[in-house]
């Protein structure tokens, strides 16, 4: 079984930053995507960014683009998302997953999700 861990969320002021990890633990997930997800109160679970095993390609929702960077150390089986000038609308709990085959853009194309970790931006 593959296990994720969400940590570093928290309170930041809108403007500022923070950094998510996650990690994972049963077995390697370098060969595949992983992806991180949002979901504000009251909407859907919305795409965030995901990469690739060598951490080269990457893909980003436009609401994050320019702000947000996803990146990942394959050593310490991490998945990292950077998050700078953050917007009271990037509110949310934030999830990682490890993508399961088809469109990155889709949760249901997702599995072995993490339990999430709230990230709250205040204006």
């Known amino acids: 079984q593959v296990q994720l861990v969400e940590s570093g969320g928290g309170l930041v002021q809108a403007g500022g930053s923070l950094r998510l990890s996650c990690a994972a633990s049963?077995?390697?997930?370098?060969?595949?995507?992983m992806g991180w997800f949002r979901q504000a109160p009251g909407k859907e679970r919305e795409f965030v960014a995901a990469i690739n095993w060598s951490g080269v390609t990457t893909y980003y929702a436009d609401s994050v683009k320019g702000r947000f960077t996803i990146s990942r150390d394959n050593a310490k089986n991490t998945v990292y998302l950077q998050m700078n000038s953050l917007k009271a609308e990037d509110t949310a709990v934030y999830y990682c997953?490890?993508?399961?085959?088809?469109?990155?853009?889709?949760?249901?194309?997702?599995?072995?999700w993490g339990q999430g970790t709230q990230v709250t931006v205040s204006s």
């Open positions: 049963g077995r390697t997930f370098s060969s595949v995507y």
């Open positions: 997953a490890v993508n399961r085959g088809g469109s990155l853009y889709l949760p249901e194309r997702y599995h072995y």
